[in-house]
């Protein structure tokens, strides 16, 4: 889940200053100060160093960056990358390091500043933060706030803590999150009425799409002695049966139990939710391995803080990084709720690896430990489809259906996807029942209409209804060339050649080097009599590695012509064109 809407996030990244570009060649974070005395260095390992954090890698940057910084220990850009490297591949301590030599030397690095502190929380040194934050050492505005509101907390100084976090809720677009933290605070203190007073002001209604502030205000509400209004809040966010951590809840909940507030219970997990705020908050809007950075710090500050181990192992994934991200989905224990998250995502690092085999035993092993967990259901019929698995994938869709119940607008996708595997195994009415419902529950989903109609125009069936399929598809979806291919074929298959030529064209355009829109196209100019432009897209089609049995068939159009491979197929003949009007 994300944080709020897309104006608050852009809004922090304002207060924030955060640089979008990537971290390692950011200028703005290297040292101010004047040049060191020129030293030896060795050209290669920097060189490497810097091809290795363009890449992501981040373990082998830093070694790379360590081997550079032997030979040139005062090089504060040489560090301001080491820093970024270490804090990425999760090595702390390392990072502490090179940050303080950074300091040392007078340099300024927004992660320099970002290590010492998080060294500074992890050893509990709360006088120090608040020291170093006050001379100067800056991450970004809203974060130093608040980091700075905690490590009061710390001192036991609660009073200018709360302070603290109010005049950070003074700057613009900053009041979600200092709020957020202060009634977190107030909470960490047994001040629960306090918390839930902030927590349920409508101004924080963008709270209400975070897992994680959610989970938080069920639980003081519980503290409350207001079990039934946490049971209202969760089932207004979360599906039953379909988040165990949330399921688990909901039951103590239920039994009367009171359920323990656990989100930031004191200010170094205070410090940790800051960490985790700000990569929630500029997760997608911020580049990878800046939210990294951050994601990764609140996980090493709280090593059971879940949703940071899990958002840190998805970024690196996305970086490329699937080796360590598979490391890092495994710190989540089994016996945590949110352990088959991290199976879900452990499959993802092995799909991205061309591990299919082993993504799909995770995945097997899964669905068979959670059979009533939706997503994880989906997640291995989806896969199962994919690898054209479409029997074993028809049982899985069948297993999710039935746990939706009563299916709403969400929910097409299944339909969509059985639907799929029905016609991949030519039964084709369960296919056409389990698309029409698609369309029953999204009647705009150009995907669906598009299959749909294509479907029909291959069996040669309800041609008119194809049409008008298609021709809304290609209006909800006007770029995408598949689509526009269908139309072209819809014409086609109705006789309407002429009309055919035009999207068939442009289909063309949008998918140079498909193998099936390729030979369409050369079939439409065969059917308006355009022979040898039909050829040339007929050899154009084969050159693009089409399947045997489609290449087969166009091999055998360009020896006998269209017109004879449809009679020999019993297909019905081409109408008539003017080929000496068309062909050219």
Known sequence: MRLGPTALVLALAALAGAPLARAETAPAQTTETASAPE???????????????????????????????????????????????????????????YGQQLVDLGGKSQFASLALLADEAKRGDYAAIVAAIAKGQSTNTLFD????????????????????????????????????????????????????KILSDPALAPLKTVRRALLGHAQ?????????????LLDGAFAQGQDPAVDEMRARLDAGEPVPYAIATNPAEGVAEAFYTMAVALNGEADNSYTLIYARTAAWLRPDHTEAVLMSASLLNAEGQHDMAAATFALVPNTAPEFYMAELGRADTLLASDRTDAALEVLQNLARTYPKLLS?????????????????????????????????????????????????????????????KALELSPDQPQ??????????????????ALDLIKRAVAAQPDSGYI??????????????????????????????DPIVTDHLGDVYWAVGRKLEAQFQWRRALSFDPDEKEAKRIRRKLEIGLDRVLADEGAAPLGKVDAAENDH
């Not at 799929?420 to 296919?431: G, L, S, V, Y």
């Not at 669906?448 to 209804?465: A, P």
């Not at 269908?486 to 080097?513: C, I, K, N, Q, T």
């Open 376 to 436: 994880v259901q989906i997640a291995y019929a989806d896969l199962l489809r994919r690898e054209d698995r479409f029997e074993d994938a028809t049982k899985g869709y069948d297993a999710a259906i039935a746990l939706v119940g009563t299916p709403t607008a969400r929910d097409w996708p299944l339909f969509f996807s059985r639907g799929i595997c029905h016609e991949r195994q030519k039964r084709w009415d369960q296919a056409e029942a389990d698309l029409r």
């Open 39 to 97: 030293q030896p260095v060795d050209a290669g390992a920097y060189l490497a160093a810097r091809v290795a954090a363009t890449d992501s890698n981040y373990a082998e940057a830093a070694g790379w960056f360590a081997r550079a910084l032997a030979k040139d220990p005062q090089n504060t850009d040489m560090l301001n990358g080491a820093i970024v490297a270490t804090m990425g591949s999760g090595d702390f301590e390392a990072a502490a390091r």
């Open 448 to 465: 669906v209409l598009n299959y749909l109609g294509y479907s029909f125009l291959e069996l040669n069936k309800n041609l008119d209804e």
């Open 145 to 196: 706030q608040l980091v700075g509101a905690w490590s009061e907390a710390g001192q036991g100084r609660m009073t200018e803590a709360l302070a603290a976090f109010d005049k950070a809720a003074e700057a613009k677009g900053a009041a979600l999150f200092a709020r957020y933290h202060k009634a977190l605070a107030l909470a960490s203190v047994g001040d629960f009425e306090g918390a839930d």
């Open 220 to 232: 003081i509400l519980s503290q409350l002695e207001r079990n039934a209004d946490a049971v209202a």
């Open 484 to 513: 526009t291919d269908s139309l072209a074929w819809a014409y086609f298959r109705l006789g309407r050649y002429d009309e055919a030529v035009e999207p068939m064209e442009a289909a063309s355009l949008m998918e140079p080097v």
